[in-house]
């Protein structure tokens, strides 16, 4: 089983829907959890952090469910600049190093 | 501004050579990482280092080296024992247990 897991997609979806990505991990002990942003052919940009209580940033909304070990991320009232890869990452720590797993990413087009 | 450079942007190697890829930060970030990614593909540890002066093997250092002198450099050398070079080469850095990553734009190693 991989440490992170993601739906690779494609999410096609129509501009101004909702959308939601989830991803689970393996690790029990992870500590920290993070969604990031990449477009074709460049370096990820963090969108958010992912906290225990949940968090909100615009249209972007993050969970964490440690006991079933899944983060998710929503995003609503899908834009077109919104098409791009969606990779968590996931921290955990081991012999005093600190581990970072990125998923494989999951892939949405939103179409006009 | 604080950022992570990576030089060069474009790089083509022959059979047979070495190649060096540069990350510099001027963030004062104790760790330093570098991926590599496979077109449609996620980021695959290469090498990481958490101070000066140490680094670790990732998932697949097999024909690579780094060295990490100083806090600020972490360079990554594509050795002629790396027989599939070609790749998107990412350099990270962090600077706490628990944070984010954060990206340079990127080498792409190319065979001549």
């Known amino acids: 089983r991989k440490e992170v897991e993601q739906d690779p997609g494609p999410f096609n979806v129509p501009e101004g829907a909702t959308v939601a990505f989830n991803c689970t991990y393996s690790n029990s002990a992870s500590q920290s959890f993070f969604w990031y942003r990449q477009d074709c052919r460049k370096e990820p940009k963090l969108l958010m952090s992912v906290y225990s209580s949940g968090n909100e940033d615009g249209r972007f909304t993050a969970q964490l469910n440690r006991a079933s070990q899944y983060i998710s991320l929503l995003i609503r009232d899908s834009k077109l600049s919104d098409s791009a890869t969606y990779l968590c990452?996931?921290?955990?720590?081991?012999?005093?190093?600190?581990?970072?797993?990125f998923g494989t990413g999951t892939k949405l087009q939103v179409i006009p | 501004d604080g950022g992570i450079t990576q030089s060069p942007k474009y790089l083509f190697r022959k059979e047979g050579q070495n190649v060096t890829l540069s990350c510099e930060q001027n963030l004062n970030h104790d760790a330093m990482y570098w991926y590599r990614q496979d077109p449609g593909q996620g980021l695959r540890l290469i090498y990481y280092?958490?101070?000066?002066?140490?680094?670790q093997k990732g998932d697949i250092a097999e024909g690579y080296s780094v060295s990490r002198e100083k806090k600020e450099s972490f360079p990554l050398t594509v050795t002629s024992a790396q027989k599939n070079p070609t790749a998107f080469y990412l350099c990270?850095?962090?600077?706490?247990?628990?944070?984010?990553?954060?990206f340079g734009d990127g080498t792409r190693l190319s065979i001549l």
């Open positions: 280092s958490q101070i000066v002066n140490d680094f």
């Open positions: 990452v996931v921290n955990s720590y081991s012999g005093g190093y600190q581990k970072v797993t």
């Open positions: 990270a850095s962090t600077d706490k247990r628990g944070q984010p990553q954060h």
